[in-house]
């Protein structure tokens, strides 16, 4: 009986070890089974599209905000703030992967389980950090949705005008676009989404292209334009550059269809690299636009540009094209939001709900353009406060959450500058959206039709 009983001990010890083991070696990217994953090449694409915007037209006004020189690092800057909250977010989905032995997890999930296995403050508010992700997200991302129909449609309105000489209600454009869009959120998934972005890469490269042919001719001397610029004006900078670049919706999206999910981080990572042939484009057109336009530098560069130029129209034609195929990376982060929730609330939901429910997304956000198609400032609004929580202060809250046992001095000294440049981006870009909404609808300022320059505003960016 003894020896039974030792035996049944033995074997039960041997099992706990076991089980250790099973959870200590476990790897998360061999259990991730896709059924249709993305290369590495793949996801590079889909994050320059996503990184990519219609905020880079831009950036020469942020430059005229700091100086050439203050511009350029000032750039560099915000840009390893965006990408250093990317890969915290990431570096943290890893960690939770290997603690709860999932393959992959949403914002909103690594939010939740961060929290609920936290430090004891932070369990009683996982569920609100994961209602919060959601809410966030969805506002902002079908807010950009909305907006993206009212930039491709005035782009078109002024090339239509120019060659035409009739003026058609930009209400008219929005409408024609109501099919196009619907086809495009029928892509089923990433995968065949890819060749999408691509055309979209493809697009913005031809109108950047003609752009800087523009701007590369006749060049003024480099110290013709003030290096420095003033502290009053820093915040427009901070507000336009912070909200063009940032991309933390998609970047799980993202990662969680990855073949090789080990290659969205590390120093040549996925991430990395993106991020950093961003910054290296934004850099070039934001110093070169404000080199040649100088204090007349619209708020988007293709305004500067000769209207009569066949070269310049296509320009406009191009970045439209751009932008509409980039409305379907956009709506996938809206869809995949209301798809789980209805998953969740009805188990029977089958592929033809999905795709009633992408129509149904679509046909809102035209009808939303059309209704409105001065949306503009107000999702900018809403960008600021949602993208600063999202894109900078939430990873690094998630950060503490996660690694709460491990928390160095140099994990609170970063992560509380992170914080702290989350609340000036908050602050500069809501009071930059607020002047914007004021300059439009104060009495004798208001506008009945889209602002004339057709651009995504800054804090939407």
């Known amino acids: 009986m003894k020896d039974s009983a030792s035996n049944k001990s033995k074997n039960q010890e041997k099992g706990d070890i076991n089980r250790l ?6 790897d998360p990217f061999l259990e991730r089974n896709l059924e249709h994953p993305t290369t590495d090449c793949e996801t590079l694409t889909h994050l320059l599209k996503a990184s990519l915007g219609t905020g880079i037209l831009a950036m020469p006004q942020a430059f005229q905000s700091t100086g050439l020189l203050t511009g350029v690092f000032a750039t560099i800057f915000v840009s390893v703030v965006c990408t250093f909250c990317s890969y915290i977010l990431v570096k943290c989905a890893h960690i939770l992967y290997r603690r ?12 939740e389980v961060a929290f609920a296995n936290g430090p004891s403050w932070s369990r009683k508010f996982s569920g609100l950090a994961r209602q919060a992700v959601l809410m966030l997200l969805f506002v902002t991302y079908f807010g950009t949705c909305c907006v993206y129909t009212v930039i ?9 005008t120019h060659y035409s000489g009739t003026q058609y209600d930009i209400r008219y454009y929005i409408s024609v676009l109501l099919v196009p869009l619907i086809l495009l959120s029928y892509v089923p998934n990433l995968k065949y989404l890819a060749p999408v972005s691509m055309v979209a890469n493809l697009f913005m490269a031809c109108g950047l292209g003609i752009t800087f042919y523009y701007l590369l001719i006749d060049v003024p001397n480099v110290w013709d334009r003030p290096q420095v610029g003033s502290l009053d004006t820093f915040p427009t900078f901070f507000s336009i550059t912070v909200f063009a670049m940032e991309a933390i919706g998609v970047v799980m999206p993202l990662e969680n269809n990855m073949k090789t999910p080990k290659h969205f981080l590390g120093l040549f990572g996925v991430l990395n690299i993106g991020m950093g042939g961003v910054t290296v484009i934004y850099i070039l057109l934001g110093f070169l636009g404000y080199l040649k336009y100088g204090e007349i530098t619209e708020a988007s560069i293709t305004l500067n540009l ?6 310049a129209q296509l320009a406009k034609i191009f970045i439209s094209l751009a932008v509409f195929c980039t409305y379907g990376l956009q709506f996938y982060v809206v869809l995949e939001i209301a798809w789980n929730r209805v998953q969740s609330t009805y188990e029977k939901a089958t592929t033809f709900h ?19 198609p001065t949306i503009g400032p107000f999702i900018g609004l809403i960008g600021a406060f949602c993208f600063s929580l999202l894109g900078i202060i939430g990873p690094v809250v998630i950060e503490f959450a996660t690694c709460w046992e491990n928390v160095t001095l140099w994990m609170k000294f970063r992560n509380s500058l992170m914080i702290i440049v989350g609340i000036l981006a908050l602050v500069f870009g809501t009071s930059s959206s607020i002047s914007e909404i004021a300059a439009m609808y104060l009495p004798g300022n208001i506008v009945k039709d889209v602002p004339h320059n057709g651009t995504l505003p800054v804090a939407a960016l």
Request: glycine share 2%; aromatic share 10%; hydrophobic share 55%.
């Open 100 to 111: 709860t032995k999932v393959t992959a997890m949403s914002f909103a999930d690594v939010a």
């Open 306 to 311: 000769p209207t009569g130029d066949i070269a």
């Open 21 to 26: 083991n099973e959870i200590e070696y476990f």
């Open 354 to 372: 999905n795709y009633i429910l992408r129509t149904v997304l679509v046909v809102s956000s035209v009808v939303i353009a059309v209704a409105v």
């Open 152 to 160: 491709i449609a005035t782009n078109f309105q002024q090339v239509v």
